[in-house]
């Protein structure tokens, strides 16, 4: 199996596929398949820090793909699409910029990451691409967040860059202490239990999910 | 023996797209035509007579065998079943590419010569898919053949030990995105309808008929089976004969024809899944062709993966 991995170098192919979700997340449309990509992303999160199990024979990192896989694969999409069903919207409304424009940045930025990290810090982890993938998908999640109306899917922007920079500490340290990990999901789960009760009390008191009637005075 | 391979493509054109045809009707429940239903509609438009507007030029004429040519030179370009190609040195992929822009470039100009409305309107919008395909396949193109350190189609075709990296997955999957938009299948354009206010590739063939019609015909068909053939050789080239003895070229031939059915089988596939696209909202789709095709390029040339 250890060997089998790192053959076929599936942990190259694992971070390519977590770019690709992200990436994805550009170009989609309808907030279920928003959520869809990212539930994959955290799959491949999990599988990845599975794969990184066996080849570093860690077992405490068994026990971190499994709460990765059950927060961040099961519980965090599973409220995402509860929220989403619960305030009846399926598409998302045109971001800031157009969807072309913003898979073209994602892009780029993807090529702006790989081209600083050339010559800069080399870090013999586990994989010469994670480190430079885990940053663009953070920036990628930025970005997100930024260009999008939707409280959804900046939220869903969050937890991309969240991703991501679970992906930089793992690809730097083989993982931090199990404590630590276990803090910080479940920061990530309340503040997106958080996020999401105010989303729908927007809702509630603006009748759309936009955040830029957020700006509008109440007098 | 060899140097006749390109015949396979020629030959077996109509029934791959005749196959493509069959394995839809079956996804949707019908029984649909006959596998050999293309080559009975190409026999019976060489047979009938030619009706030619008054008011088009020489170009309208001359173009069925401009696009026939070129499609039948690029075929002589691409290892088929042997990795020996007859045009050896020149069987270049950008040479390939321009060849088989030179075809749409004089489509496009007969659509618009025979001055009715639908000739232009398909002109123009296969020429804007044309300009949103072209960086994504030539990008995809080029991580093959840096990998490969060559251009040449036989060479990239030799080198497939190396071709198993995420950049490649993510060039796959590139092509084939622009090989829906090239043959005009179902996200980008339906070629089951002569629906007006969607045709593309119907709307430029619209005025033709007879056996100029049936050229055009057999030319977007070869262009086709080419196109799934360049995806093969560069992507998936195992089981390609190195050597040209009886029994070497027999294993290839099979090998090659059932990756076709297989390619043939996944297009209808996503046919049936997928809804057309609307026109304006192609650039979306083709953008992320681009995206993924810069990425794999990227990441080959800066990381060497």
């Known amino acids: 199996m250890k060997e089998w991995i790192q053959t076929y170098s599936l942990i190259d192919f694992l971070s390519m596929g977590i770019l690709l979700t992200t990436i994805a997340m550009n170009a989609l449309k309808r907030l279920e398949s928003c959520i869809k990509a990212y539930t994959y992303n955290s799959w491949l999160l999990s599988m990845l820090i599975a794969a990184v199990a066996i080849v570093a024979e860690d077992n405490h990192l068994y026990l971190a793909s499994l709460i990765t896989l059950f927060s961040k694969g099961i519980v965090i999409p599973l409220f995402l699409k509860r929220i989403v069903r619960r305030m009846k919207v399926t598409h998302d409304v045109e971001p800031y910029i157009s969807n072309t424009l913003s898979l073209t940045i994602s892009g780029l930025l993807v090529g702006v990451v790989y081209v600083a990290l050339k010559k800069g810090i080399f870090v013999a982890g586990f994989s010469s691409m994670a480190l430079q993938i885990s940053i663009a998908v953070m920036l990628i999640g930025l970005f997100i967040m930024i260009t999008r109306r939707k409280a959804i899917t900046q939220v869903l922007g969050l937890l991309f860059m969240e991703n991501g920079l679970f992906l930089i500490g793992f690809s730097l340290t083989y993982g931090m202490p199990a404590i630590i990990e276990l803090g910080v999901l479940f920061d990530m789960l309340m503040g997106v239990i958080i996020l999401g009760i105010f989303t729908i009390q927007i809702k509630r008191a603006f009748a759309s999910t936009d955040l830029d009637k957020l700006s509008i005075l109440k007098g | ?305």
């Not at chain 2, 002109?123 to 960086?135: G, K, N, Q, Y």
């Not at chain 2, 080029?142 to 060479?155: D, H, K």
């Not at chain 2, 969607?198 to 005025?207: A, D, F, P, V």
């Not at chain 2, 050229?215 to 050597?243: N, R």
């Open chain 2, 1 to 305: 023996m060899e140097y006749f391979q390109f015949l396979i493509i020629i030959i077996f054109a109509p029934l791959v797209n005749g196959i493509i045809k069959k394995f839809k009707a079956n996804m949707q429940g019908r029984q649909g035509p006959g596998i050999f239903q293309p080559y009975y509609d190409l026999i019976r438009l060489f047979k009938k007579e030619l009706v030619i507007s008054n008011i088009s030029s020489w170009i309208f004429r001359v173009t069925p065998y401009i696009v026939f040519s070129s499609t039948l030179v690029a075929t002589m370009m691409v290892p088929v079943i042997t990795d020996k190609v007859l045009f050896g040195n020149m069987a270049d992929i950008i040479a390939l590419i321009y060849i088989l822009a030179l075809g749409r470039f004089f489509m496009a100009l007969a659509g618009l010569d025979a001055g009715t409305a639908f000739g232009g309107e398909g002109s123009s919008r296969e020429m804007t898919v044309a300009i949103l395909v072209e960086p994504a396949m030539m990008l995809s193109l080029f991580t093959a053949a840096i990998s490969a350190g060559s251009t040449n189609l036989s060479n990239i075709v030799n080198s497939s030990a190396s071709l198993y990296t995420p950049s490649h997955i993510l060039a796959l999957s590139a092509f084939i995105v622009a090989i829906i938009a090239e043959t005009g299948r179902i996200p980008v354009d339906n070629p089951d309808t002569h629906l007006e206010l969607t045709m593309i590739h119907e709307g430029m063939l619209l005025e033709y008929s007879g056996r100029h019609l049936a050229l055009m015909e057999w030319a977007h068909y070869i262009k086709q089976m080419l196109l799934f053939t360049i995806a093969i050789d560069i992507f998936f080239p195992v089981g390609i004969a190195s050597s040209t003895d009886i029994a070497s070229l027999a294993t290839s031939t099979a090998i090659y024809l059932l990756k076709i059915v297989f390619i043939a089988f996944m297009m209808a596939f996503i046919e049936s899944t997928r809804a057309k696209m609307r026109f304006f909202q192609l650039p979306s789709l083709l953008g992320g062709a681009f995206v993924l095709a810069l990425l794999s390029l990227l990441s080959y040339v800066i990381m060497g993966k």
